[in-house]
T-cell receptor, first 115, second 113 residues
Framework: NAGVTQTPKFRVLKTGQSMTLLCAQD?????MYWYRQDPGMGLRLIHY???????AKGEVPDGYNVSRLKKQNFLLGLESAAPSQTSVYFC??????????????FGPGTRLTVL | GQQVMQIPQYQHVQEGEDFTTYCNSS?????IQWYKQRPGGHPVFLIQ?????EVKKQKRLTFQFGEAKKNSSLHITATQTTDVGTYFC?????????????FGTGTLLAVQP
């Protein structure tokens, strides 16, 4: 099993450009998440999905859109990139258990720089 | 919104010394998870605590959940260079949905051989 994979690993954009980050998981997880990680800020939830065809806003959704057309994939889009979106982006997935342990499994991350 | 404060932000220790990081919330938590992120890596799940006053051990790591379920700590005994990384707590509010984990700001541990 590959677990959670992210594409691309690195990307440099100019202000105003658009791009899509792809996350894929092969663990049949219901829940998927997009986080951004900035120095001193921890991990902040951008958007998440509790199942195929569903998406919801997290803590910092502005400037991002997401889609979950297939259960195994979760796409994060930046329509018009801004320097404030320079960050490391992590995708994660989990079974979505309400009881017991619901471990989040993280991908390797995408390092995005917006000039 | 809900915040989870974690202290210290950074700790530098000599190999063999102990290390502790603390996680505090202003609201009662349903449960708390701990993750470790190695430099350049991604967060990896360590443990989940659910019960008031719960204590769990993993070799040299001891995790505690406060009696009021508003704070937690991670203690490492006799640190080793393999312990280097950032330790995050991730909290779920009492009655909160599964998808709502709030991550602390993390504690970066540096271990000098």
């Amino acid at each position: 099993n590959a677990g959670v994979t992210q594409t691309p690993k690195f990307r440099v954009l100019k202000t105003g450009q658009s791009m899509t980050l792809l996350c894929a998981q092969d663990m049949n997880h219901e829940y998927m998440y997009w986080y951004r990680q900035d120095p001193g800020m921890g991990l902040r939830l951008i958007h998440y999905s509790v199942g195929e065809g569903t998406t919801a806003k997290g803590e910092v959704p502005d400037g991002y859109n997401v889609s979950r057309l297939k259960k195994q994939n979760f796409l994060l889009g930046l329509e018009s990139a801004a320097p404030s979106q320079t960050s490391v982006y992590f995708c994660a997935s989990s079974f979505g258990r309400d009881r017991g342990i619901d471990t989040q499994y993280f991908g390797p991350g995408t390092r995005l720089t917006v000039l | 919104g809900q915040q989870v404060m974690q202290i210290p932000q950074y700790q530098h220790v000599q190999e063999g010394e102990d290390f502790t990081t603390y996680c505090n919330s202003s609201t009662t938590l349903s449960n708390i998870q701990w993750y470790k992120q190695r430099p350049g890596g991604h967060p990896v799940f360590l443990i989940q605590l659910v019960k008031s006053g719960e204590v769990k051990k993993q070799k040299r790591l001891t995790f505690q959940f406060g009696e009021a379920k508003k704070n937690s700590s991670l203690h490492i005994t006799a640190t080793q260079t393999t312990d280097v990384g950032t330790y995050f707590c991730a909290a779920r509010n009492y009655g909160g949905a599964t998808n709502k984990l709030i991550f602390g700001t993390g504690t970066l541990l540096a271990v000098q051989p």
